[in-house]
């Protein structure tokens, strides 16, 4: 992938892409709390693109409002890559859009259920299928939030430029 200009965001990048490709997008959030879904209305246009979103930050939320299986959950919990991925399928599924991004993890300060500050899963779900990127964040928590976000957005682009047309 090109750099991207100075002053264009990995959001602005992302919401143009999906634009010129007339696909719409949904996000699924834990970890970060909205923060994608922020990043993403700051741009201006972006209700062109962006459907909607969803915080799950509960693990139950998670099975209810994004249809992640429950055995999953009760087996491994909410930070695992299967989990981001279903995520990422559930608010395609769940906003009516044709991309779906999702964020689960640790922002710490301490472990949850074994996992330690920093374990990150992100994953993409578009119409040439899903992908889940595991990711070792460091920092604070309001570091690995923004490092997240940041992560998301540029696999989706990732994902999607593999997807692209010939």
Do not use: N
């Amino acid at each position: 992938m090109a750099p991207e200009p100075p002053g264009v965001t990995p959001a602005a990048q992302l919401l143009a892409v999906l634009g010129r490709r007339g696909l719409t997008l949904a996000v699924a959030e834990s970890l970060t709390g909205g923060l994608a879904s922020d990043a993403l209305v700051q741009v201006p246009g972006a209700s062109a693109v962006l459907r909607g979103g969803i915080v799950a930050y509960a693990t139950d939320l998670k099975h209810t409002l994004l249809g992640v299986d429950g055995a999953l959950l009760a087996e491994h919990g909410a930070i695992h890559p299967e989990v981001a991925r279903q995520m990422a399928e559930g608010v395609r599924a769940a906003c009516g859009a044709r991309v779906g991004i999702a964020t689960t993890g640790v922002a710490g300060p301490d472990p949850q259920d074994g996992h330690p500050p920093g374990e990150v899963y992100v994953a993409v779900a578009g119409p040439a299928g899903s992908a889940v990127l595991p990711l070792q964040l460091a920092g604070d928590r309001p570091a690995i939030r923004a490092a997240a976000v940041d992560a998301a957005l540029r696999f989706a682009l990732e994902h999607l430029a593999e997807d692209e047309p010939e």
